[in-house]
Each structure stands twice: as C-alpha cells, then as structure tokens.
C-alpha cells in the first residue's frame, strides 16, 4: 500500500476539511445530475464528497479509502450535513472491488499524487466507469508565491524529496493527461484552475495550517527519518511560514491539472 505523505493529523484535516466541489471540482459539476451513481476514491473528511451526494441525490456515492481509519471524519461531517446518501467502504485504488461499468462518475481529488503506479490507478478507475472519470491534482513545482523566501524554496524542495521517497509523483497536475492516455482513455478533456491565498484572512489560515504540518504531522517524521531534514530545519521553515503569514503583500498560488475522461 502507498504510504500517504501528509498522513492524517488535524492540521492535515484543516486543509482538506475547506475543499468543496466549488472550489475543488467545479469542472465537472457540468456532468453531473440528480439519480447518477458516483465512486470517490480517496474521499478524505468527505466535504467533497457530501457537495457531490446532493448534486446527484437520490443517486448514490460510493467513498472508498484504502484503511478504515480515513472514515470518521467524513461520517462525521456528512450526518452533520444530513446527507444520507454516501456509502462508504475499504478499496484500493489499484484493484478496485467492483464489476466492470458500475459508476456513471468516477471521480479523484488530489489522489494520483500520491500512488506508486497512477497510471494502473486509472485503467482500474476507467474499468469500472461507464460514464466518466475526474480526477483533479496539483502541481508542487508550477506553486507561486511572494515575498520571495529561500526557506519556503527549502520546504518546497523537501516536500518533493519526501514525496519521491515515497513512490508519489507530487508535480502531478502536468501529467494527468499523459497518464490518462497511457490508462488506455480515448477521449480526455484536460483543464487546469488554481487556488490563491492573498487576503489577510487567507493568508493567516493557509501560513498557520503549514507552519504546524511541516512540525506536527507524518511528513515532518519523514523528514527527520529518511535524513532529509532536522528538527530545526523544520522549525525554521515552520517560523518561515508564520513570517510570510504576515507580509502585506503576500500572495500564494497552487495549480491544479483536471481530466475528464472516458474510453
């Protein structure tokens, strides 16, 4: 099994807690309607998932994560939502337990990323799809931000390096369409969208949630184990974040790649 770079602590959840499919999968909104069936793999606290259980209510989302851990938060968040109509259960991405053509959506959010093999991921995503699949990834290299900060080019390049460690390809929004082609997909629509943090509140929140991830959760162990940085290292980026957190004129942008794709 893929070992998940960022792991599950809270200041994880924060980040992910905020993604909606406004802001996360507005593409493929277009596609979908009430009464469709729906697979999202790697449902995460399931705030995307519960936005896509009401686009297509009465049909049913399916939320699949490779350990039972992953789940409390997403049930959590969609019985406070009062979303009925999300099943959730353990599968692996790469060998999917579902016949062949089961989902009208199959649908991937910041998850090829992580996957050793995400090509074999979306043959296996496109085998059990009858309609079509969406999958939404960014791009840590194509990341932009001001002021400039050689720590914050030190964070950048230690994320890369861990994520590598870990079999992930973290620039992975330039490769969907490559990878999409090699699943075998025919027909592929590929897009991009960004995030961007630059008002004061924006700023706080984005800075904050990094300076307590790169200290508090699984990447910042990883760092220390595989010799890639020291626990000071990692609280001079942590205080780098919280500087930049602060900067008038600050500015951060992520891109993201998008794919729709069918046979």
């Not at 992953?70 to 009925?84: L, P, S």
């Not at 800075?207 to 307590?212: K, Q, R, T, V």
Request: hydrophobic share 45%.
């Amino acid at each position: 099994m893929p070992k998940y770079t960022h792991g599950h602590h809270e200041a994880v959840l924060r980040s992910h807690r905020s993604r909606t499919v406004a802001n996360s999968a507005a593409y493929l909104v277009p596609h979908l309607r009430p009464g469709l069936s729906v697979l999202d793999v790697g449902c995460g606290p399931g705030t995307i998932t519960a936005d896509l259980a009401e686009l297509v209510a009465p049909g049913v989302v399916t939320a699949v994560e490779p350990v039972p851990d992953a789940f409390g938060a997403a049930k959590e968040f969609a019985a406070g939502r009062n979303v009925t109509n999300i099943r959730f259960e353990i599968a692996d991405v790469h060998s999917l337990p579902y016949p062949d053509n089961s989902f009208d959506v199959v649908h991937a959010h910041q998850v090829l990323q992580h996957l050793h093999d995400p090509v074999a991921a979306l043959r296996e995503m496109r085998r059990v799809s009858r309609g079509v699949v969406a999958a939404r990834d960014s791009d840590y290299a194509a990341m932009a931000w001001f002021p400039e900060s050689p720590v914050l080019d030190e964070w950048m390049a230690l994320y890369r390096k861990v994520a590598r460690h870990n079999g992930g390809e973290p620039d992975a929004a330039r490769r969907l369409l490559s990878w999409a082609r090699a699943a075998g997909f025919t027909d592929v629509v590929s897009t991009a969208s960004t995030w961007c943090y630059a008002t004061p509140p924006e700023r706080e929140w984005w800075s904050g949630m990094w300076a307590d991830r790169i200290l508090h959760t699984a990447i910042a162990d990883q760092s220390v184990a595989y010799g890639y940085a020291s626990r000071d290292d990692l609280e001079r980026i942590s205080q780098a974040w919280r500087a930049w957190g602060t900067a008038d004129d600050g500015w951060f942008a992520i891109l993201h790649g998008e794919i729709l794709a069918r046979s």
